[in-house]
């Protein structure tokens, strides 16, 4: 059975940090190219930051220089760094996994207020 299992959400306020992490099991994590996405109430879901399998990474403009992604083989593990937070960057939180499947997290709550 695949899981992918966010944690690190929470309560920041403006100009904080948080790091959010998604454990993957069942799956050969080491072929997938892992992402991050964001959904915020009303709004679509959006891409956030991704990185391959060999370790490349891409971002949107509206985090780049302020998040950064990257991945631990050998837990399974994709993490997010999330600097100097907006409010706008309250959202849910969620990772996907995608090779030769998709997979998607339950995702992680990030409130950015003061």
């Known amino acids: 059975q695949v899981q992918l299992v966010e944690s690190g959400g929470g309560l920041v306020q403006p100009g904080g940090s948080l790091r959010l992490s998604c454990a993957a099991s069942g799956i050969m994590f080491s072929n997938y190219n892992m992402a991050w996405y964001r959904q915020a109430p009303g709004n679509q879901r959006q891409w956030v930051a991704d990185?391959?399998?060999?370790?490349?990474?891409t971002y949107p403009n509206s985090v780049k220089g302020r998040f950064t992604i990257s991945r631990d083989n050998s837990k399974n593990t994709v993490y997010l760094q999330m600097n100097s937070l907006k409010p706008e960057d309250t959202a849910v939180y969620y990772c996907r996994a995608i090779w030769r499947s998709e997979y998607w997290g339950q995702g992680t709550q990030v409130t950015v207020s003061s």
């Open positions: 990185i391959l399998s060999g370790g490349t990474t």
